[in-house]
T-cell receptor
Framework: AQSVSQHNHHVILSEAASLELGCNYS??????LFWYVQYPGQHLQLLLK??????LVKGIKGFEAEFIKSKFSFNLRKPSVQWSDTAEYFC?????????????FGAGTQVVVTP | NAGVTQTPKFQVLKTGQSMTLQCAQD?????MSWYRQDPGMGLRLIHY???????DQGEVPNGYNVSRSTTEDFPLRLLSAAPSQTSVYFC???????????????FGPGTRLTVL
């Protein structure tokens, strides 16, 4: 079955530390990839997306992600986190050949940044 | 643009009651979806629509009904509420990509539902 895995469920780190969140998927074929963020009490917002081209994608708020096709991965990174990055982060994947209803989300990673 | 709006923000139901969660978008998006969010399980798709008059089931459709009579509105009906339907419900919309696949989703603020 097709799946999206986020390996870390909870991450706690200090301000200025670097962040890397893993996302792996099990699909074959061409995929579209997304990272969303959900700040406490808010709805999901798009951080960044990958459709094609340069596998290193820059997003908002200093986030970036690297698509490694051979590893079926789309890991999210930020060199130096701030307290305001405390949030839950979701990876989402869909094959370009699939219909809208096949978009799958990972289980999410709760990130807590301490001052 | 208001984007994606949802009402109500909070709701408490008793087991067996029915209700409708409202969702509307003003971006003329053809795609709309309903998700439920439960701790440790991410977002799970309940129902989705690829245009007015067209709906389909997602991963967890049981106990829910949808209809899409207009492009703007996509209400979710709980037929007979059960405690297992206690969750946060998000509506989302999106639009096609010319090269294939779908664009990012735009989410509403969510409805927190408790079923006693």
């Amino acid at each position: 079955a097709q799946s999206v895995s986020q390996h870390n469920h909870h991450v706690i780190l200090s301000e200025a530390a670097s962040l890397e969140l893993g996302c792996n998927y099990s699909y074959g074929g061409t995929v579209n990839l997304f990272w969303y963020v959900q700040y406490p009490g808010q709805h999901l917002q798009l951080l960044l997306k990958y459709f094609s081209g340069d596998p290193l994608v820059k997003g908002i708020k200093g986030f970036e992600a690297e698509f490694i096709k051979s590893k079926f991965s789309f890991n999210l990174r930020k060199p130096s986190v701030q307290w305001s990055d405390t949030a839950e982060y979701f990876c989402a994947v869909i094959r370009t050949a699939d219909s809208w209803g096949k978009l799958q989300f990972g289980a999410g990673t709760q990130v807590v940044v301490t001052p | 643009n208001a984007g994606v709006t949802q009402t109500p923000k909070f709701q408490v139901l008793k087991t067996g009651q029915s209700m409708t969660l409202q969702c509307a978008q003003d971006m003329n998006h053809e795609y709309m979806s309903w998700y439920r969010q439960d701790p440790g399980m991410g977002l799970r798709l309940i129902h989705y629509s690829v245009g007015a008059g067209i709906t389909d089931q997602g991963e967890v459709p049981n106990g829910y009904n949808v209809s899409r009579s207009t492009t703007e509105d996509f209400p979710l009906r709980l037929l007979s509420a059960a405690p297992s339907q206690t969750s946060v419900y998000f509506c989302a919309s999106s639009y096609d990509r010319p090269g294939g696949g779908v664009n990012e989703q735009f989410f509403g603020p969510g409805t927190r539902l408790t079923v006693l």
